[in-house]
């Protein structure tokens, strides 16, 4: 469960970034900046993190504030599922990454396939929206949906990326050790519910 403390200082982040996009008094500007300040000491002051960091990655965005997406490819193959290795922490996930600006989620999910695991995919269908914070993932700053799609391999050979230094396929019952960040055990399985029943209807949340 995410802590109080940091669903207080993005809430706090949210409302004062709103604030900042829409107010025409100087006024209320100056009580929006306090706002984000407060915002900003919350986590420095319960974090490791360098304050630098947390004012360039957490309350430096503009305009009104909305969520963030991850976006995931869910391959499946002779009853198992494509998973990569990912650098940043060791841990495994379905291969995918933040929503990009121009492209649809179908392409996005294709593009980082392709970049994560070498293979060139197709999307078939949508499989859950899922808000993170109803899941047992790390606490973080941001608010994130989490988007899964479906996708059939059409071509390519795995091979690892940038972000990635390994790729394979894993039954459901041999998962390796998950990057709890991009996704959890739990997830993966509801993934391979969908398998297992194909006409099951997208999750939401």
Known sequence: MTPKWLEWAKQIQAIAQTGLAYTKDVYDAERYEQLRKISIDILDSYTTVDREIIELSFANERGYATPKVDIRGVVFKDNKVLLVKEKHDGGWALPGGWGDIGLSPSEVVVKEIKEEAGYEAKPIRLLAVLDKKFHQHPP???????????????????AAGLETNDVAFFAENRLPQLSLQRNTEEQIKMMFGFQRNPDQPTMVD
């Open 140 to 158: 973080e700053p941001y608010h994130i949906y989490k988007i899964f799609i479906q996708c059939e391999i059409v071509g390519g050979e795995a």
